[in-house]
Structures are given as C-alpha cells and as structure tokens.
C-alpha cells in the first residue's frame, strides 16, 4: 500500500472549516500522482511517450468530516489490473481515523483516445500494490 501525506489548505474548507466534498477527489489525484512519480513512471513521462490515463468511473463514500490543517494521509493500492484498465481503491486517514474510501477506474489510451494495452513496466509495477 502507497501512502501519501498532505495538509489540508484553506482554500479546499467551506466557513465551518470543512472540506468541500469534491476537494477528495483531489486528494485521491494528489495520491495517484506522487505514487506514479515515486515508482518511475510520472504522467508527464507516460503523456510524451504517448499514454493517457483517464479517469473513466469515480467514487467516494464520506464517513467523517476532514478540516482546515488537518494533516491528512491517503493510502493507495490497486483493487484490479486488466490489459487496458486498472482500479485504484484510497482511503483517507486522519491520525488513524478512515474519514473517507473510494476507488476510481482508469483506462490507458493513445493520443486519439483509443484503449491500449498498460506499457508492460507500468503494469508490472502495479502488479506489486494488488490488494483485493
């Protein structure tokens, strides 16, 4: 399981303090990309050799509200790895409470938007963050 800290910024509260539900949407693509960028393979690198990585399916269920500074960590691993497609599942822990758990589908696909195959490197490094 990847993990990936960040402090929540005032920007991302409403005037109560509380984080604005989309804002974990971010949180999961923070996560997404400092485990791509940690294990080699950073999006601007996939995007140049011609790999996109869209989400195509998002979900979060809230449990428990997250606030203005909270230092917040995001866990991450893979749910399911197909030859086009993967699955991340997230949570989102404050001092070891789950505030928040979700997953979104991803599917990798050329500079015309057609599905192609996970570059075999990528899909091995994924491999090792399978948990179902």
Same mark, same amino acid.
């Given at each position: 399981?990847?993990? *990936?800290?960040? &402090?929540?910024?005032?920007?991302?509260?409403?005037?109560?303090?509380?984080?604005? +539900?989309?804002?974990?949407?971010?949180?999961?693509?923070?996560?997404?990309?400092?485990?791509?960028?940690?294990?080699?393979?950073? +999006?601007?690198?996939?995007?140049?050799?011609?790999?996109? /990585?869209? =989400? /195509?399916?998002?979900? *979060?269920?809230?449990?428990?509200?997250?606030?203005?500074?909270?230092?917040?960590?995001?866990?991450?691993?893979?749910?399911?790895?197909?030859?086009?497609?993967?699955? +991340?599942?997230?949570?989102?822990? &404050?001092?070891?409470?789950?505030?928040? #758990?979700?997953?979104? &589908?991803?599917?990798? =696909?050329?500079?015309?938007?057609?599905?192609?195959?996970?570059? #075999?490197?990528?899909? &091995?490094?994924?491999?090792?963050?399978?948990?179902?």
């Amino acid at each position: 399981m990847f993990k *990936c800290k960040l &402090r929540v910024r005032y920007a991302e509260s409403d005037q109560m303090g509380v984080v604005y +539900y989309a804002n974990f949407f971010i949180y999961f693509e923070a996560a997404r990309s400092e485990f791509m960028r940690t294990h080699g393979f950073p +999006y601007s690198e996939m995007e140049k050799n011609g790999f996109f /990585v869209p =989400v /195509v399916e998002a979900y *979060c269920k809230y449990l428990s509200p997250a606030h203005y500074d909270d230092e917040l960590e995001i866990h991450l691993w893979v749910l399911e790895l197909k030859n086009t497609s993967f699955k +991340y599942g997230y949570k989102v822990v &404050r001092e070891g409470k789950v505030l928040a #758990e979700g997953f979104t &589908r991803h599917v990798v =696909v050329n500079k015309d938007m057609k599905p192609v195959r996970i570059p #075999e490197k990528v899909k &091995r490094m994924l491999e090792k963050f399978i948990i179902k």
